[in-house]
Antibody, heavy 122, light 110 residues
């Protein structure tokens, strides 16, 4: 059974930083691209970032480029989102999601974690 | 700039069929080849119900079906059940590599 579990969310001040983790199980982690998707309170879904199976290739939404960094540790079946220079509009539930193939060009998300809430507030 | 537009809400009675549309504003007709659909119950994670327009993942009921034209993609849910009440999101992949979501549609089962 595919499982994804986020951790690391919480309250952070504007301008601060946070690292989200997503621990996975139930599949061959290194064979799949992985993504982060966020959802602001009461709003829709927004894709944030993707990383290829090897970790060599990444891509970001324009709204987070230069502030967020995605990475993975295939030995730990875990991937991460380092978020910095946080703003109020970064407040959201951050979901980690599995992509159905290896490439960072993967086009959809086949399994999702339960989400981690990040609140940016002073 | 691409954007996927969905109706804010739809409703139907148990046993009926409903259709949710997903329209791209940029005129990129290829975007409809990669449309996927997600179901999200309140407080829960999204769940993939269709990918590449009309393919169903394992375990998804055949009451969920998808289609596309040159101008829109659609999700149809037949034989509505109370458990279908949820938010539904379309998503696609643009020719600039952006994974784009629609604004979501709230389905109410009357």
């Amino acid at each position: 059974e595919v499982q994804l579990l986020e951790s690391g969310g919480g309250l952070v001040q504007p301008g601060g930083s946070l690292r989200l983790s997503c621990a996975t199980s139930g599949f061959t982690f290194s064979s799949y691209a992985m993504s982060w998707v966020r959802q602001a309170p009461g709003k829709g879904l927004e894709w944030v970032s993707i990383i290829s199976g090897s970790g060599s290739f990444t891509d970001y939404a324009d709204s987070v480029k230069g502030r967020f960094t995605i990475s993975r540790d295939n030995s730990k079946n875990t991937f991460y989102l380092q978020i910095s220079s946080l703003r109020g509009d970064d407040t959201a539930v951050y979901y980690c999601a599995k992509n159905p193939d290896y490439s960072y060009g993967s086009r959809y998300f086949d399994f999702w974690g339960q989400g981690a809430l990040v609140t940016v507030s002073s | 700039q691409s954007a996927l537009t969905q109706p804010a809400s739809v409703s139907g009675s148990p046993g009926e069929s409903i259709t949710i549309s997903c329209t791209d504003t940029s005129g990129d007709v290829d975007i409809y080849n990669y449309v996927s659909w997600y179901q999200q119950h309140p407080g829960k994670a999204p769940k993939l119900i269709l990918y590449y327009v009309s393919s169903r993942p394992s375990g998804i009921s055949n009451r969920f079906s998808g289609s596309k034209s040159d101008h829109a993609a659609s999700l149809t849910i037949s034989g509505l059940q109370a458990e279908d009440e949820a938010d539904y999101y379309c998503q696609s992949y643009t020719n600039t590599g952006i994974r784009l979501f629609g604004g979501g549609t709230k389905l109410t089962v009357l």
